[in-house]
């Protein structure tokens, strides 16, 4: 599997946007990137995913750049209930079917 | 939909004896996943099902663990001769596979969390 980069830990002020980047400069061009987070004490949880295009939903948004070498998780509006550690996941569209998770980005909202 | 459920939710056993877990996976989902995570690290792969056969098996599943999905429902998860480095969260998790591949989102459960003494 490819393989991703990301920050040990940010920080950021409670109902401010945060920006949690990636770095995949090995994706190949099969791979979707997905974002999974895991709350305290809690399994992980799907987030949003895409393949070339920003992508919103109801959680976060997705923002991928050109080259797809790189990409970043917004959260518009961070709550305490966000605190959590995020993991950016590429999986290949052949159906490679595990998720293989590095060691992620701890999040921590600040009141 | 209750979710994906796990039992037990903490379990602490001597080392050398056997441990069982079970998974009961969101209802009509298909595939079956177990992940192993240790403190301060991600999820590790650990094997997967579709309906009742194990499609792949990670080479951190050693001989000491079996993984069965007899009925295509639930799975349950043994490990033999426990030793302390099997001290972990085990995860389950599940999806549902609609044939070529789509995405499938795995829904996680809560995890067992085994202690090795």
């Known amino acids: 599997d490819a393989k991703t980069t990301q920050p040990n830990s940010m920080e950021s002020n409670e109902e401010e946007p945060v920006h949690l980047p990636c770095n995949h400069s090995?994706?190949?061009?099969?791979?979707?990137i997905h974002w999974y987070r895991q709350l305290p004490s809690q399994g992980p949880e799907y987030v949003i995913h895409?393949?070339?295009s920003n992508v919103n939903n109801r959680m976060a948004s997705l923002a991928i750049a050109e080259d797809r070498k790189s990409s970043t998780l917004i959260l518009h509006r961070a709550t305490l209930r966000d605190a959590a550690v995020y993991y950016c996941?590429?999986?290949?569209?052949?159906?490679?079917?595990?998720?293989?998770f590095g060691t992620g980005t701890r999040l921590t909202i600040i009141p | 939909d209750t979710g994906v459920s796990q039992d037990p939710r903490h379990k602490i056993t001597k080392r050398g004896q056997n441990v069982t877990f079970r998974c009961d996976p969101i209802?009509?989902?298909?595939?079956l996943y177990w992940y192993r995570q240790t403190l301060g690290q991600g999820p590790e792969f650990l094997t997967y099902?579709?309906?009742?056969?194990?499609?792949?098996k990670s080479r951190l599943l050693s001989d000491r663990f079996s993984a069965e999905r007899p009925k295509g429902s639930f799975s349950t998860l043994e490990i033999q001769r426990t030793e302390q480095g099997d001290s972990a969260m085990y995860l389950c998790?599940?999806?549902?596979?609609?044939?070529?591949?789509?995405?499938?989102?795995?829904?996680f459960g809560p995890g067992t969390r085994l202690t090795v003494l």
């Open positions: 996941i590429l999986r290949d569209v052949g159906g490679n079917e595990k998720l293989t």
């Open positions: 998790a599940s999806s549902f596979h609609r044939g070529s591949f789509s995405y499938n989102e795995q829904f």
């Open positions: 099902f579709q309906n009742e056969a194990q499609l792949e």
């Open positions: 895409g393949l070339t």
């Open positions: 090995t994706i190949s061009g099969t791979d979707y």
């Open positions: 209802s009509e989902h298909n595939r």
